[in-house]
């Protein structure tokens, strides 16, 4: 059982994650038996409505890179060589630089701003790190077209007078996309 606040915290830091191993303990006489997994996932108040995940893997044909789920390494796009995320590290550093009040209003009201999140500035005020929250929402909004998305964003740091971040995105790779 997940309590509902470690679902719904808004802390990306602070995600719900779960991680499973399986080893394979005993030898099957059929050396291209299959795995299968059925993870059923449900609230405990509404038993009607579930969903349920199924995997099959199948020996010699995983399409699904390893080192992208195992490894603490950039995750990169294979086709354009950009990172894919900013990350935890980048993110703690841009809330350290936007997240106070700032006379000019170059901070993280401009930046929502900037990036067409406005009318949640209300909302983003009530949080402790309210630039972590704008870069999720505009993260998950962008995805499908980084890297152009990060050049936008770096832009959008210019145009707010802030080089210092836009700084931060232009910093190599390794040290931004590390999910």
């Known amino acids: 059982s997940i309590p ?10 602070a995600l719900l994650h779960c991680a499973f191993t399986l080893e394979k ?3 099957s006489p059929d050396p291209n038996a ?8 449900r609230q405990e108040d509404c038993q009607g409505a579930r969903q349920l995940l199924t995997f099959k893997l199948v ?11 195992t490894q603490e390494k950039p995750i990169l796009d294979e086709i354009s060589g950009q990172c894919s995320w900013i990350s935890p590290y980048l993110s703690l550093r841009l809330c350290t630089l936007l997240d106070p009040i700032s006379s000019q209003g170059n901070d993280w009201r401009q930046l929502a701003q900037r990036l067409g999140m406005e009318s949640l500035v209300p909302y983003f005020g009530t949080l402790p790190h309210p630039t972590e929250m704008i870069l999720t929402l505009w993260e998950a909004a962008n995805a499908e077209r980084l890297p152009t998305s990060l050049s936008d964003l ?17 910093e190599s790779p390794n040290r931004t996309a590390v999910r």
């Not at 509902?4 to 830091?13: P, S």
């Not at 020996?59 to 789920?69: G, H, Q």
């Not at 832009?155 to 700084?167: G, I, L």
């Open 4 to 13: 509902f606040c470690h679902i719904w915290g808004g802390n990306r830091n």
């Open 34 to 41: 299959t795995f299968e997994c059925v993870l059923e996932c």
């Open 25 to 27: 303990v005993g030898t």
């Open 59 to 69: 020996p010699n044909d995983c399409k699904v890179s390893e080192s992208r789920f």
């Open 154 to 170: 770096r832009a959008a740091f210019y145009a707010m007078q802030r080089p210092d971040c836009a700084a931060l995105l232009s």
